[in-house]
Nanobody, 128 residues
Framework: QVQLVESGGGLVQAGGSLRLSCAAS????????MGWFRQAPGKEREFVAV????????YYADSVKGRFTISRDNAKNTVYLQMNSLKPEDTAVYYC?????????????????????WGQGTQVTVSS
């Protein structure tokens, strides 16, 4: 069983930056690919980024590519999402998720159904 707790959300002006963190319980953190998803009011949950267990492979949604960076520190059981050049359309609840996704099959991590574990979410609000 893995428990995930996000932090780092808040209110920021357009063009600003935030770093989200997701702390995981358990001793097998490095075995899981970790993803970030977001859900805006009235919209479906959408993929943001995913990183392999080793941290050597990642994928991003086109809408955040070049602005967001996913990373992880397996010694600290933590995955991060550095968000730069934020836009009002980035406003959403951001969720981290963990899944038993292989390195070579990491593209499957763009789908929410690939994940077994989810955090409770953290609100990010970007004002114009």
């Amino acid at each position: 069983q893995v428990q995930l707790v996000e932090s780092g959300g808040g209110l920021v002006q357009a063009g600003g930056s935030l770093r989200l963190s997701c702390a995981a319980s358990g001793r097998t953190f490095s075995r899981y690919a970790m993803g970030w998803f977001r859900q805006a009011p009235g919209k479906e949950r959408e993929f943001v980024a995913v990183i392999s267990g080793s941290g050597s492979r990642s994928y991003y949604a086109d809408s955040v590519k070049g602005r967001f960076t996913i990373s992880r520190d397996n010694a600290k059981n933590t995955v991060y999402l550095q968000m730069n050049s934020l836009k009002p359309e980035d406003t959403a609840v951001y969720y981290c998720a963990g899944g038993s996704i292989s390195f070579w099959g990491l593209l499957a991590g763009t789908q929410a159904t690939a994940y077994e574990y989810w955090g409770q979410g953290t609100q990010v609000t970007v004002s114009s």
